[in-house]
T-cell receptor, first 114, second 112 residues
Framework: DAKTTQPPSMDCAEGRAANLPCNHSTISGNEYVYWYRQIHSQGPQYIIH???NNETNEMASLIITEDRKSSTLILPHATLRDTAVYYCIVRVVNSGAGSYQLTFGKGTKLSVIP | NAGVTQTPKFQVLKTGQSMTLQCAQDMNHEYMSWYRQDPGMGLRLIHYSVGAGITDQGEVPNGYNVSRSTTEDFPLRLLSAAPSQTSVYFCASSRTSGNTIYFGEGSWLTVV
């Protein structure tokens, strides 16, 4: 079973910020939060990841609550090309073989509307 | 850089036929893996490799074989294709444990 809970779908107006929530209430101290997206018929694309601090890159921002039980991915100015399924994944990152695996849930289908 | 390259992109097989999905990466990544994605579902791990000569099973390994003779290549073999193996297959790689995992563009396989 996936260790995260996401809404199945969301809409966002073009040019507005898209805020995608994720619950991971059973996250362990050595697990990171990763976000990927999958545009129709393409391979999953890495967006951002974090442990406990908020993170920002050229694609998005990641806000993790202080208790680390939930997070929000923010796309600051959504465009039509951001329409995709967004996956929130918790992942152990250490030297063990299990840290190589990503466990995907069903994600959130984000529709950016003109 | 080409990144992670998969071939073929589309393939139709008859039940019982064999085939190999090719995966190559040019980033000198240690870790490579194969996932399958069925309609409306997330990706599930089939097999993975943490380096040349080392492979291991993932969540859904039955019906698939892999080998890793070089760092660059990680082929996925279907010895006797079944309709249940109709799916989209993604190859992925990362530099080492803990690094970001990057995916190929996918191979669409239909078994009739």
């Amino acid at each position: 079973d996936a260790k995260t809970t996401q809404p199945p779908s969301m809409d966002c107006a073009e040019g507005r910020a898209a805020n995608l929530p994720c619950n991971h209430s059973t996250i362990s101290g050595n697990e990171y939060v990763y976000w990927y997206r999958q545009i129709h018929s393409q391979g999953p694309q890495y967006i951002i990841h974090g442990l406990k601090n908020n993170e920002t890159n050229e694609m998005a921002s990641l806000i993790i609550t202080e208790d680390r039980k939930s997070s929000t991915l923010i796309l600051p100015h959504a465009t039509l090309r951001d329409t995709a399924v967004y996956y929130c994944i918790v992942r152990v990152v250490n030297s063990g073989a299990g840290s190589y695996q990503l466990t995907f849930g069903k994600g959130t289908k984000l529709s950016v509307i003109p | 850089n080409a990144g992670v390259t998969q071939t073929p992109k589309f393939q139709v097989l008859k039940t019982g036929q064999s085939m190999t999905l090719q995966c190559a990466q040019d980033m000198n990544h240690e870790y490579m893996s194969w996932y399958r994605q069925d309609p409306g579902m997330g990706l599930r791990l089939i097999h993975y490799s943490v380096g040349a000569g080392i492979t291991d099973q993932g969540e859904v390994p039955n019906g698939y074989n892999v080998s890793r003779s070089t760092t660059e290549d990680f082929p996925l073999r279907l010895l006797s294709a079944a309709p249940s193996q109709t799916s989209v297959y993604f190859c992925a790689s990362s530099r080492t444990s803990g690094n970001t995992i990057y995916f190929g563009e996918g191979s669409w396989l239909t078994v009739v």
